[in-house]
């Protein structure tokens, strides 16, 4: 077991399926609790709209696999076809500093933390239908046809084994933007209240 988080820290995960729009959900709670951020590793190639150290840090697979050697990574999973991961230190300093930190990773990444860190808490943003979500897929302009379906068909997979599995606290549907944000604060507000009254009881 990894160092527990600090009595004030709180380590929040935020996965669901491309498209979904859980950067958006994300960037706006994390503004509005003051929260932090965590940069994850990737071997993804940078896109134009990416800003190295703010979206990911890019790295090569040699780079990566060091990382892993080194155990400088809190989690790390393989996603279409590419390495991601959480860089250790910064999310346990920020922990032990007393922030919330949110990390956006996938399923398999907020199981092996979910395993491996006591005490986090982990929602799935779901979107209000499939069809909602192949049509968010396309409006983003940003893959042909062959990725979209790709990344629609994937999508589903993840759905279904979220669901299915017991890594989640909660799933919230992204219908409105400002009311999955809203759900999503108030889901954590009352789970660090629920874990600071058990603290003192
Ligand atoms: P994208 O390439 O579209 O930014 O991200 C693709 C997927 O990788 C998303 O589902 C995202 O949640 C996941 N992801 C991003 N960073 C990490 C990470 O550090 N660890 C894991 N396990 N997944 C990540």
Same mark, same amino acid.
């Given at each position: 077991?990894?160092?527990?988080? /600090?009595?004030?820290?709180?380590?929040?995960?935020?996965?669901?399926?491309?498209? =979904? &729009?859980?950067?958006?959900?994300?960037?706006?709670?994390?503004?509005?609790?003051? $929260?932090?951020?965590?940069?994850?590793?990737?071997?993804?190639?940078?896109?134009?709209?990416d800003?190295?150290?703010?979206?990911? +840090? +890019?790295?090569?697979? &040699?780079?990566?696999?060091?990382? !892993?050697?080194?155990?400088?990574?809190? %989690?790390?999973?393989?996603?279409?076809?590419n390495?991601?991961?959480?860089?250790? /230190?910064?999310v346990?300093?920020?922990?032990?500093?007393?922030?919330?930190?949110?990390?956006? !990773?996938?399923?398999?990444? $907020?199981?092996?933390?979910?395993s491996?860190? $006591? &005490?986090?808490?982990? @929602?799935?943003?779901?979107?209000?239908?499939?069809?909602?979500?192949?049509?968010?897929?396309?409006?983003?302009?940003?893959?042909? %046809?062959?990725? !979209?379906?790709?990344? +629609? #068909?994937?999508?589903?997979?993840?759905?279904?084994?979220?669901?299915?599995?017991?890594?989640?606290?909660?799933? !919230?549907v *992204?219908?409105?933007? *400002?009311?999955?944000?809203?759900?999503? @604060?108030?889901? @954590?507000?009352?789970? =660090?209240?629920?874990?600071?009254?058990? #603290?003192?009881?």
């Amino acid at each position: 077991m990894e160092r527990s988080p /600090g009595p004030q820290g709180f380590l929040v995960i935020i996965s669901g399926p491309s498209g =979904v &729009g859980k950067s958006t959900i994300t960037n706006v709670v994390r503004e509005r609790l003051d $929260a932090a951020l965590s940069v994850s590793m990737t071997t993804r190639p940078k896109a134009a709209d990416d800003v190295e150290g703010e979206h990911y +840090f +890019f790295v090569d697979r &040699g780079r990566f696999e060091s990382a !892993i050697a080194h155990r400088e990574l809190l %989690e790390h999973a393989e996603v279409y076809g590419n390495y991601y991961g959480t860089p250790r /230190g910064p999310v346990l300093d920020k922990l032990a500093a007393g922030r919330i930190v949110i990390l956006e !990773i996938d399923m398999e990444g $907020a199981a092996q933390v979910k395993s491996n860190l $006591a &005490g986090c808490f982990a @929602i799935f943003i779901k979107p209000p239908s499939y069809d909602a979500l192949l049509q968010r897929l396309r409006d983003r302009k940003r893959e042909d %046809e062959a990725t !979209i379906q790709k990344r +629609f #068909a994937q999508a589903k997979n993840e759905i279904e084994a979220a669901e299915a599995g017991s890594v989640y606290d909660v799933f !919230i549907v *992204n219908d409105d933007l *400002n009311r999955a944000v809203d759900e999503a @604060i108030r889901r @954590i507000g009352a789970e =660090v209240e629920r874990r600071r009254a058990g #603290a003192h009881s």
